[in-house]
C-alpha cells in the first residue's frame, strides 16, 4: 500500500483552513497560536487525508 505524495500535498492543503481559522481566533501569545496551530492540524489532517482520497 503505497501513499501518494499528491494525497498527502491535498491534504496538508484542505487541512490548512480549520488550521487558519483556529490561529485566527487564538490569544494574542505567540506561543499560544503555535500551540493551536499544531493541535489543530493534528485534529483535522485525518479527516482532510480522507477528503483527498476522495479527491483521486
Known sequence: MSVSSERILWAL???AVPTAV???LAP???YAR???AVG???ASF???Y???G???
Request: aromatic share 0%; charged share 5%; hydrophobic share 85%.
Open 40 to 42: 489543530a492540524l493534528a
Open 50 to 52: 480522507l477528503l483527498a
Open 46 to 48: 485525518p479527516a482532510a
Open 34 to 36: 503555535i500551540v493551536v
Open 54 to 56: 476522495l479527491r483521486a
Open 22 to 24: 483556529a490561529v485566527a
Open 13 to 15: 492543503v484542505i487541512a
Open 28 to 30: 494574542p501569545n505567540i
